[in-house]
């Protein structure tokens, strides 16, 4: 199959980044290895930032200012400007394609507070934006003649003489290695705070195969520490309880009913704080009995749903117990402001892109405004390559490449149980690499990911039939989630200070005169990692070199 552009992930941002190079004129398909409904956006509950004109006690510089200072000095200023600049436009092509979001007594939108900013600032449908915005954007697609292929996981980026040609992936419905080409690739494939498994808000779909398959095609990843825990979630279950609650005025209270933190920090600061109350011997519950039947219903009726179905508690009446748990990742694939990429014609965008506006630490609201704004961006940049380029032969050897790789593990002899492997890794990562680290914490983390990855070689197939094989996936993911921890640990290692959501107990200060740059991974000959520290000019021109050198 030949496609002009080929879109993987089916989020907001791969959503709008496919309909924005659909309107271009040009032949548009989106990869999701599952459906459009289980990605993190479809998820997602708060609300979306913006700075509207009919909310005059807010401004641009001050959720620049913000999202700077949440970032914790590792933010790049262009990327969070121009975001901040185009969100109100954003507001408006989601309005202008049917989202409806929640309105005040005189019409105009309205906007609830989020932590870590100065202003009510996140426009919300209840407590289910991300939901809603997500089949907006989906029926859409579908409406303007986008091609949509569920259940297909990607297994490489395909290229011929180092030039794009396409993707290779496994079909789910007969396991089957297919080819497709195409002018230009857009990554939007999430993040990976899934493979925190136990442990995360996500589902076991995130586990970072776009930023394994990325480090593999030898593009850069960046700032791989930085992961976010979010500070409510249910405590048996990582179920999130969205900020909307906390917004909407839901306080943090321990057993005695003491109020000991400000619910409206930022997450890294709260779930530090909850986390530190908890190892003290204290249980910490949300309490929204203040807040009233009439006012839950109608603001956060997600927040009751998940609670009575997931714990069997009334938050109406009663306390819910809660903690942290894995929930957004800040590091990703290098990208510029125009969401391009160290291979040309690849570009990036969503929680699998380093965009440089979260830098060490999101702020709640943020991500649906990235992924949507980065997400128009890199649709119009990847029709803009497409239309300038050319077909790139598909070469044939790697696709036979990957399916001799799929049939060993369909036909090899199974030695270990997948499920316990992907629960004992995210056991390990939550303990050693969670929201307190240290250096032998960290090295017995990392010493544990080369143990496992002795052991996935023995992963193979139990079920050898070929037809939605759950298990094959399941190795797949398993497989990419080892290099994408591997890479993470590394990285805290390296960074030897305390920033944003990456904490080191045995460095806990902020070092500005030597870590105040970006974590940089390459992928040097076969599984050697490399990593170094660079600022974001830098960055890019080692890129511009890089690609004088290779053009002469």
Request: with cysteine; hydrophobic share 40%; glycine share 8%.
């Amino acid at each position: 199959m030949l496609y002009d552009v080929i879109v993987v992930g089916s989020g907001i941002s791969g959503l709008f980044a496919a309909l924005t190079a659909r309107r271009s004129g040009l032949s548009v398909a989106i990869i999701c290895k599952s459906t459009p409904f289980r990605s993190n956006s479809a998820v997602a509950s708060g609300g979306i930032n913006a700075v509207l004109k009919t909310t005059p006690y807010d401004t641009i510089r001050d959720h620049i200012a913000d999202t700077l200072n949440g970032a914790d000095n590792l933010g790049r200023f262009s990327a969070v400007s121009s975001m901040v600049v185009g969100a109100e436009e954003i507001i408006e092509d989601l309005q202008h394609m049917g989202v409806v979001f929640d309105t005040q007594e005189n019409g105009s939108i309205a906007q609830r507070p989020f932590g870590g900013t100065k202003a009510k600032r996140t426009c919300y449908i209840a407590d289910k934006t991300g939901a809603s915005i997500t089949q907006t954007l989906f029926a859409q697609c579908r409406k303007e003649g986008v091609k949509i292929f569920s259940n297909h996981l990607v297994l490489s980026i395909a290229t011929y003489n180092e030039k794009l040609s396409g993707i290779t992936m496994l079909r789910r419905r007969d396991s089957a290695v297919i080819a497709f080409a195409c002018k230009s690739l857009v990554l939007a494939g999430g993040g990976y705070a899934g493979i925190y498994r136990g442990h995360s808000t996500n589902s076991q779909e995130s586990s970072g195969d776009l930023i394994a398959i990325a480090l593999r095609a030898k593009m850069r990843l960046v700032n791989m520490e930085f992961v976010q825990f979010h500070p409510t979630t249910l405590l048996n279950s990582g179920t999130l309880i969205s900020e909307a609650a906390r917004g909407e005025g839901a306080t943090i209270v321990d057993e005695n009913g003491w109020r000991f933190t400000d619910e409206l920090q930022t997450r890294d600061k709260l779930s530090r704080d909850i986390a530190v109350h908890q190892a003290a011997g204290h249980k910490v519950y949300l309490d929204f009995r203040h807040l009233g039947e009439e006012l839950i219903d109608k603001k956060l009726p997600s927040a009751r749903k998940h609670a009575l179905n997931g714990a069997g508690i009334d938050i109406c009446t009663e306390l819910l117990p809660i903690t942290p748990s894995a929930h957004y990742t800040m590091g990703g694939i290098w990208s510029r402001d125009d969401t391009s990429t160290d291979m040309d014609n690849v570009f990036v965008c969503g929680e699998c892109a380093y965009s440089g506006v979260h830098g060490a630490n999101r702020l709640g609201g943020n991500s649906l405004l990235e992924g949507a704004y980065f997400g128009k961006v890199a649709g119009i940049n990847a029709a803009k390559a497409a239309k300038k380029g050319k077909f790139q032969p598909i070469d044939y050897a790697q696709v036979a490449k990957e399916l001799r790789y799929i049939d060993t593990i369909i036909e090899g002899e199974n030695r270990f149980n997948i499920n316990t492997m992907r629960r004992n890794l995210g056991n390990i990562l939550y303990k050693n690499v969670g929201i307190f680290r240290h250096h032998d914490s960290l090295v017995g983390a990392l010493e544990y990911i080369h143990y496992l990855m002795k052991l996935s070689s023995g992963l193979c197939c139990v079920n050898k039939e070929r037809n939605n094989n759950v298990e094959l996936m399941s190795i797949i993911e398993f497989r990419n989630s080892l290099t994408v921890a591997e890479a993470m640990v590394m990285s805290a290692l390296a960074r030897e200070e305390s920033r944003g959501s990456h904490y080191r107990d045995d460095f806990p200060t902020k070092n500005d005169k030597e870590y105040k740059v970006n974590t940089i991974i390459r992928r040097l000959s076969g599984t050697f990692l490399r990593i170094s520290f660079e600022g974001h000019l830098v960055s890019d021109w080692w890129h511009r070199i890089r690609k004088f050198f290779h053009a002469q």
